[in-house]
Structures are given as structure tokens and as C-alpha cells.
């Protein structure tokens, strides 16, 4: 028997969140926010502030950064007398010339450049290892704030006290030209899965009943306070020794939230159907198919107040038709997060009209922004061949791509009433030397680039305001007189709960008339 998305899955649908508020939100636009009338959000992968801006000009950067949090911590808390070795290289396998794990042993207790001639060498072009980005070990590295536990439960060794001299970058130009937020955090702890849900929804997915589902085997085991992964009894005692062993990291909290990579309910997945049937479908017998969520999220709540919006995935048509394995696309099906939502189903209105392809390298958005035609929010995410993740994407080919993404931006139709945000989903397993400020379960994690591109946008400025990748819905919010997700509420209690300021919604980086 064939099952429809709207039917068969919506036995299974998840709700992290209460309903969302009844319309009327009480945030209205003012202060000049209503002179920008298109918003566009571009999502890039993986990188902490100081691994790319750590040297940028009035920043808070690698020299602010106090010696408490240079230098690396071991697991049982002792300094550690030096770094140990990148586990498995620096290069991914195939990059001329290599950069064995033998030629990173023996580095000082500190960070060090990847890139320069007085470090590692490595050219920007090269694909760098891979680290871990997940939920519990970014808690576990950060240290309550004190940010000295990257190397210690990182699976890569010295790899995430790497940087790279961003000044040659041509983002680096544009962040001059424009605002640098330096104290914007990524929204979540941990994965790029978690923080695409958290842009948004500013909300943690859910599996119901998961332990008795077949996704049972990914609940993770933890500390009695939830905060942290058990670790094994064979673990090595010492970071130098080798990479950290728990008793069990899995994808989804002892309580069922999701909060490591998970797949979409529907297709594009890494799942396939189940055999004979819908192929719109992911098999939701596979431990990793995650259930179709119902909470509410920024697209719902702007379509019910009339604004326009899209989500652009590079590469998202090429694969429907050719399918995921493709490395001229690098498609990363958990980089979609409204593909995991039951209102975006297939089949759905809200799907055909939201859900849109950014074309290869990016061709079919640009063609939008040239003509003028952009909705009045989008959202974009770069194929993964040039969205600058570790382990798959280089820095040269993203920066060069983000770059052309604004040179055509500022020439659209639409530019003199523009916002265009640059962000990145989250630090990719990097160092910072920030602590981010104390909020609730979830977050917030690291601290990341963003840059603010505006003519509306501060010139030559560095905003050092706090802010989180909710900071984005909370302009929308704003601008738009919507809703305000639960989840943003949550957050804003929490931030305030811990004695901390409140995290801004962009306008502090804008010169608005009044």
C-alpha cells in the first residue's frame, strides 16, 4: 500500500513547540525599518569568528584573546604541554602536496595558521580535515565559557586551533566596507542539522516515542545532567594519547530531541523510500529518518502575515532529478530544513511555491536577483562545493562565491531597499575564544562570522552587540510585525535569566532615517 506525505507521515508528525501565538503580534516595524523591503540570508558552513576574522581590523579577535583559553586544556584538566598531532592529516586525501599527521606533531600550545608561511603553508584552495561538530562536544569544549577543551574533545587533534589569514579573502573587503558583527553566535550547540532548525523555527526537532522506534540505537548517553557524553572506560586519558571515546554519541537526546544529524522525512534524502513506495518518500524504518515535524517556523508565520519568501537551495533541482551522488554538487539533504516540516511536503502548495532551486553555482537565484524579482525574504544555501564546510569545501572557492553573490546584489533592481546577512550555520568544530552568553538547553553555541550588507548597513563598522542566528528571525520579527516564535521567547527569557543582555535584532549595525 502507497502512502501520501500528507496522510501516511502525518501519523508520525512531531511538535517540539506549543501552537504559536495568536495573531497580532505586538512588535511593529518603525525606527526606519520599513525603508528595507527585501531581506536576503546567505548560509554558509562551518567556521568559527577567529578561524577567519581572528585578525580583522577593531575586532575582537586572536589578540584580545586571554591565555586562559589559548592554551588547551587536557581532559583531566592540565594544561597540555603542546598540541597533539592532526589524527589523520591536516589534507584530505587527494590534496597536493599532502599535510601528513607527522608533519603537525610536536605544535606549541596555541593557535596556529594554517594558511601562512610561519604555519602549516596550507593554501586556502586545499580541503582541510573535517572535525566534530556535535551537540554535546561543543558543550564539552567550551567549558562552562572558558573555551580551553577544543583539542581535548575534538576528533582531530591540534586541527581546531587553526586559523586563516582572512585579509587576501575577498569577504574580508566587503565585511570593510560594510558591518562586522563580532559577537554573533551560532543559534545551537553543535551541528549544522540542529542550526539550520534553528534558523528557522528557533526550535530543537523531535522524535516521539523514539525509544520505541527504530531510531532507538541514536539515543545518546550522558552525564546525569544531560550537559555532556559519558565517556568509555577505554577512552585515552590523554587528548595526546588520541581522540575521545564515549559510551555512546548518538543523534538524539535520552528524551528524544534531535539534535545531530538526522534525515528528511521526504525526498531529497539520504534515506530512500521503503520498497514499493511513495518515492517522495524516505523510509521511516531507517533509524535516521526523522518524523515530519508540525512546529511553527518564520516561513509559517510570514505567510500568514502576506510576506513573501523562498528558500533557495543550490543544486536543489539537479539532485531531484540525478540524486545525491554527485560530487560536482556536494548536496547536503540536512541543509534544507524546511524539507523536514509536514506543511512542505510533497505534493503541498507551500512547497511548489517556497522551496526553490538556487540553480548550480547559484545560477538560478542570481538570475532572480538580476531580474529584480526576489520575494521579500530569502534564504539561501550554497551547494556544498562551495559553502567552505571542512572535510569536502575549500575557503577560496566559497569566499569567491559569496563574493559574487554581492557584487550582484548590490547591482539588482532591488538593492537600494536591501538587507543581505552572511552568516554560517556554525563553527565547524573550530576554536573561539568568546564564551557565548548562557541561555537555555540549546544554545547558544560558538561564536561565527556575520557581516551585514546594507545601504542601510553602518560603514567601516564593527558591531560588537550580541547576537545569536536568532537575531535574524528577530529582525523579521520586527520589520514585519509577525509572530513571535516560541522559541525566540524562550531564548530572550533564558539570555535574561542568566543576567545576560539582551540579543539584538540587527538594528544596532543599520543607519536608518527615522
Known amino acids: 500500500m502507497r502512502r501520501t506525505p500528507q496522510a501516511g507521515l502525518a501519523l508520525l508528525a512531531a511538535c517540539a513547540f506549543a501552537p504559536p501565538p495568536a495573531a497580532g503580534a505586538t512588535a511593529v516595524a518603525g525606527h526606519g525599518l520599513e525603508q528595507i523591503q527585501t531581506v536576503v540570508v546567505i548560509y554558509d558552513e562551518n567556521r568559527s569568528f ?37 589524527w589523520g592529516g591536516v589534507t584530505m586525501p587527494g590534496v597536493t602536496p599532502p599535510v601528513t599527521q607527522a608533519m603537525s606533531a610536536h605544535l606549541p600550545n596555541a593557535p596556529f595558521s ?3 608561511k610561519n604555519g602549516l603553508n596550507v593554501p586556502d584552495s586545499a580541503v582541510t580535515a573535517d572535525l566534530w561538530h556535535r551537540f554535546y562536544q561543543n558543550q564539552m569544549q567550551i567549558d562552562g565559557g572558558l573555551n580551553d577543551k577544543f583539542v581535548a574533545w575534538s576528533d582531530v587533534g591540534a586541527m581546531p586551533m587553526g586559523n586563516w589569514d582572512g585579509s587576501h579573502m575577498k569577504m574580508w573587503g566587503i565585511a570593510r566596507r560594510y558591518t562586522l558583527a563580532d559577537h554573533f553566535f551560532m543559534g545551537a550547540f553543535g551541528s549544522s542539522f540542529m542550526n539550520h532548525q534553528w534558523l528557522i523555527c528557533s526550535c530543537v526537532a523531535f ?17 546525569a545532567d544531560g550537559r555532556a557524553l559519558q565517556v568509555a572506560a577505554n577512552a585515552p586519558e590523554s587528548a595526546l594519547g588520541g581522540p575521545p571515546k564515549f559510551v555512546h554519541d548518538g543523534n538524539l537526546t535520552p528524551d528524544f530531541y534531535a539534535v545531530n544529524t538526522m534525515q528528511p522525512p521526504y525526498q531529497p534524502s539520504e534515506n530512500p523510500p521503503a520498497p514499493g ?21 518564520i516561513g509559517d ?15 536543489w533541482d539537479y539532485v531531484l532529478t540525478h540524486g545525491l551522488r554527485s560530487r560536482e554538487v556536494q ?59 571542512s572535510g569536502y569545501a575549500d575557503i577560496m572557492s566559497g569566499d569567491a562565491h559569496l563574493a559574487n553573490l554581492i557584487e550582484h546584489l548590490e547591482r539588482s533592481p532591488q538593492w537600494g531597499h536591501m538587507l543581505v546577512i552572511v552568516t554560517y550555520d556554525e563553527n565547524g568544530g573550530l576554536w573561539d575564544h568568546v564564551a557565548p552568553p548562557k541561555g537555555d538547553r540549546w544554545g547558544p553555541g560558538s561564536r561565527v562570522p556575520a557581516i551585514i550588507i546594507s545601504p542601510f548597513a553602518k560603514r567601516g563598522f ?17 520589520r514585519f510585525s509577525l509572530d513571535v516564535l516560541p522559541g525566540l521567547q524562550a531564548r530572550d527569557a533564558a539570555i535574561a535569566a542568566h543576567g545576560n543582555a539582551p540579543l539584538g535584532d540587527l538594528s544596532n549595525a543599520l543607519a ?3
Not at 577593531?58 to 598531532?85: C, Y
Open 50 to 86: 577567529d578561524s577567519l576574522y581572528g585578525r580583522f581590523p577593531g575586532a575582537d579577535g586572536l589578540a584580545q584573546a586571554p591565555e586562559s583559553a589559548r592554551l588547551q586544556r587536557d581532559r583531566n584538566g592540565e594544561v597540555l604541554p603542546e598540541l597533539p598531532p592532526v
Open 114 to 116: 594554517v594558511d601562512g
Open 207 to 223: 522524535y516521539p516515542h523514539a525509544d520505541q522506534s527504530p531510531a532507538q540505537p541514536l539515543i545518546a548517553v550522558t552525564t
Open 277 to 297: 513506495d511513495d518515492p517522495a518518500l524516505a523510509d521511516p524504518a531507517k533509524k535516521t529518518t526523522l518524523p515530519p515535524q508540525t512546529a511553527p517556523t
Open 301 to 315: 508565520v510570514m505567510t500568514r502575515a502576506g510576506v513573501s519568501w523562498a528558500w533557495y537551495s543550490g543544486g
Open 331 to 389: 548536496f547536503q539533504t540536512h541543509h534544507q530544513p524546511f524539507n523536514y516540516f509536514l506543511a512542505y511536503a510533497p505534493g503541498t502548495a507551500a512547497r511548489r511555491e517556497h522551496l526553490r532551486d538556487g540553480g548550480m553555482a547559484g545560477a538560478a537565484l542570481l538570475a532572480d536577483i538580476d531580474a529584480g524579482r526576489l520575494p521579500q525574504v530569502s534564504f539561501y544555501k550554497p551547494q556544498g562545493t562551495l559553502n567552505e564546510h
Open 462 to 478: 564593527v558591531d560588537h552587540t550580541p547576537y545569536d542566528s536568532g537575531s535574524i528571525l528577530r529582525f523579521l520579527t520586527r
Open 512 to 514: 536608518l532615517g527615522k
